[in-house]
């Protein structure tokens, strides 16, 4: 059998038997998209019913689709016990911008923005909750470009943890 065909029997052997928990790790490996719609739509609708669910998984969107916590182990222990709804607040917006000359990228730099220069005519702004202060100081410039990058769960942990321990963290549910 194929590892998806492995996946889909192990899934359906854990849930056919009706648990009050479900231990799963890394629960879509393997699976194709549709099935991996198809085992979130279940793991939902178990968690509708009041089952507990705690699965390990390093693909962040399952994690921000199906868990009400998270838990980061590093090194072999717990090394945090997170809220998933506060670690999306976290999150920040990242916008690229495209500026026409540089005393407009010397008047972004010198704000209370976060800024990081790509080039001397491209800046990446990062924003929490401060669009506001963000718009009104791109609105006297001329912008000649404007892209968003989207920061995933992924990037918050990661920030949050620091890059050191990347390689050695694992997200436990």
């Known amino acids: ?23 799963l790790d890394e629960p879509s490996s393997g699976l194709d998209p549709f099935m991996q719609i198809k085992l979130m739509d279940l793991l939902r609708e178990e968690k509708s019913r009041g089952k507990t669910i705690m699965m390990s998984s390093h693909i962040f969107e399952e994690v921000q689709i199906i868990c009400d916590r998270a838990g980061i182990i590093r ?24 500026l026409a000359d540089t005393a407009d990228m010397a008047r972004i730099t010198a704000s209370n923005l976060e800024t ?18 963000m718009f009104k100081l791109l609105a006297g410039c001329n912008v000649t470009g404007f892209e968003s990058k989207h920061q995933s769960l992924e990037d918050v942990f990661m920030k949050y943890y620091g890059e050191e321990g990347k390689s050695n963290e694992q997200l436990i549910i």
Not at 9 to 19: N, R, S, V
């Open 1 to 23: 059998m194929s590892k998806g065909m492995k996946q889909k029997l192990g899934i359906i052997t854990a849930f056919m038997h009706d648990p009050a928990v479900y231990i």
């Open 75 to 98: 090194d072999g222990r717990i090394a945090a016990i997170e809220d998933v709804h506060s670690l999306n607040t976290m999150k920040q917006e990242h916008y690229i911008v495209n």
């Open 116 to 133: 990081n220069v790509l080039d001397e005519n491209k800046v990446e702004i990062s924003v929490r909750k401060n669009y506001e202060e």
